[in-house]
C-alpha cells in the first residue's frame, strides 16, 4: 500500500490504463528486489546495523524504533544527506527504512533467510554455533553485513557515501541472488548518469543474452503503450477544452496542441523501435516468466487491451493515431471501466484532472535503480 501511494508522485506511477500488473512484474523481473520507495543503497546496511543494536536492548522494539528516528537526524547533519527518508518530517517519519527495506533485505541476501522484523530482532542476537569439522564454535546472526563503523548510529559523518569495502560487498549481494539478471549486469557495469531508461544505456548491449532479451520487450511494450497513455491524455485535454473545466494550457500551449506535439517524439521513437509486425504481449511476459520469482498474474482484460492497441498500431502510421477512430475507441472503452471514475465525458471528473495522468512512458524503476547503483560504483571508486 506505501508503494501504490508513493507511485502516485513518480512521473510513471499513474496507473491510469491499468498497466501496473505488468509495469511491476517486469520491473522484479528486470531489478529483483527494487521498489519505487528505495531512495540510497547505504540503507541496505543502515537497517541490520540497527537491528542488531537494538537486539539486546531490554525492548527491542522500542530501542530499534528510537535508533532508525534518531538516524534521521544523524544522517541529515552528514556530509552527504540527498535521498534522507524524513528529511522533512523528522522523526515523525511513518515509513521507517527497515519496512521501505525489507523486501530488498530478504532478496539480496542480507537476511540470511526471509523472517518478519520481529523474528528478525530475536535473531540478531549473537548465535554460537559449533562448527563440527573444526571442533570450535562461532558467533552467527541472522544479518550477513559487515559491522558497523565506530561510532554508529550517533556518528554517520559520511552519511549515505559507502565505503569501498561496503560497495563491495553490496555489489556481491546482487551478483549472488540475482546471477544473470539486469541488475548484477550493472552492479558490474556504472551507469551513466544521462540516462534516462536502462536500455539507453550504452552498456545494456553487453549484459547476457536472457537479461537483454527480456529488456528488448521490455521497451517495445513501454514504447508501444506510451502512444495509448498520451491518446488519453489528449482525449481528456480536448473533453476539458470542450466543456471549458480543468486546465487549459501546458507549458504556455493550447493543452490539446501540447499532446499532439508529444506525438511527434513518439512517433519518431515507433519508428526508430521497428517493432516487428508479430510481437504480442505474450512474448514479454514470456520473458518475465523465464526470471525467478512470481509469474505476472494480469487480468484479462488488460490482455485484451493491449492487444487490441498493438492491432491499431499496425493498422495505421504513428502520425495517424492521435485522430485515429479505431485508436481513440480502444482507449475510451479502456476508461469506461472505471464507471463512475472515469473522465472522459465527465465534465466534475475533468475538473480535477492536473493536465497529466500517466504521461510519461514505463521506466521501470530505472531512476531508483540507477541511483543505488550508483552509489555501489561510487564506493568501489574509493579503492
Given amino acids: 500500500m506505501r508503494e501504490i501511494v508513493a507511485l502516485f508522485g513518480a512521473s510513471e506511477g499513474r496507473d491510469e490504463l491499468g498497466l501496473g500488473q505488468i509495469r511491476d512484474a517486469v520491473s522484479d523481473a528486470l531489478f529483483p528486489g527494487t521498489s519505487t520507495l528505495h531512495t540510497r543503497a547505504r540503507y541496505a546496511l543502515f537497517v541490520p546495523w540497527c537491528f542488531e543494536l537494538a537486539a539486546g536492548a531490554r525492548d527491542p522494539k522500542r530501542r530499534l524504533d528510537e535508533l532508525e528516528r534518531g538516524l534521521i537526524g544523524a544522517l541529515g547533519r552528514s556530509r552527504d544527506a540527498d535521498g534522507l527518508m524524513g528529511a522533512t518530517v523528522g522523526r515523525a517519519l511513518k515509513n521507517l527504512p527497515s519496512t521501505v527495506y525489507w523486501g530488498a533485505l530478504e532478496r539480496w541476501g542480507i537476511l540470511s533467510h526471509a523472517a518478519s522484523r520481529t523474528e528478525a530482532l530475536e535473531l540478531s542476537r549473537p548465535q554460537r554455533v559449533v562448527v563440527h569439522e573444526e571442533d570450535e564454535s562461532i558467533s552467527r546472526t541472522i544479518w550477513t553485513t559487515p559491522p558497523a563503523p565506530h561510532g554508529f548510529p550517533d556518528d554517520v559523518d559520511e552519511g549515505f557515501a559507502l565505503s569501498f569495502a561496503e560497495a563491495r560487498w553490496l555489489q556481491e549481494r546482487l551478483l549472488e541472488s540475482s546471477p544473470g539478471s539486469l541488475l548484477a549486469h550493472f552492479a558490474n557495469q556504472r551507469p551513466t548518469a544521462e540516462s534516462g531508461t536502462a536500455w539507453e544505456e550504452p552498456t545494456s548491449a553487453t549484459a547476457p543474452d536472457r537479461a537483454r532479451s527480456l529488456l528488448t520487450h521490455a521497451e517495445r511494450f513501454s514504447t508501444v503503450m506510451h502512444g495509448a497513455q498520451l491518446l488519453y491524455n489528449l482525449l481528456l485535454a480536448e473533453d476539458c477544452e470542450h466543456h471549458g473545466v480543468g486546465p487549459q ?95 472522459l465525458g ?3 471528473r475533468l475538473a480535477t484532472w492536473g493536465g497529466a495522468a500517466g504521461r510519461d512512458r514505463l521506466r521501470y524503476r530505472w531512476p531508483v535503480v540507477r541511483r543505488i547503483l550508483t552509489d555501489i560504483h561510487d564506493g568501489l571508486d574509493r579503492a
Fill in 346 to 348: 465527465n465534465p466534475a
Fill in 249 to 343: 494550457e501546458l507549458g504556455g500551449t493550447p493543452i490539446s496542441d501540447a499532446y499532439r506535439n508529444d506525438f511527434a517524439e513518439w512517433s519518431q521513437r515507433i519508428r526508430e523501435l521497428a517493432l516487428p509486425p508479430t510481437w504480442r504481449l505474450e512474448e514479454l511476459l514470456t520473458a518475465v516468466e523465464a526470471e525467478p520469482g512470481r509469474p505476472p498474474n494480469v487480468a484479462t482484460s488488460t490482455r485484451r487491451f493491449v492487444a487490441d492497441w498493438l492491432r491499431v498500431i499496425a493498422s495505421v502510421t504513428p502520425e495517424q493515431i492521435p485522430d485515429s477512430a479505431n485508436a481513440r475507441a480502444v482507449v475510451a472503452r479502456r476508461e469506461r471501466i472505471k464507471g463512475p471514475k472515469a473522465r
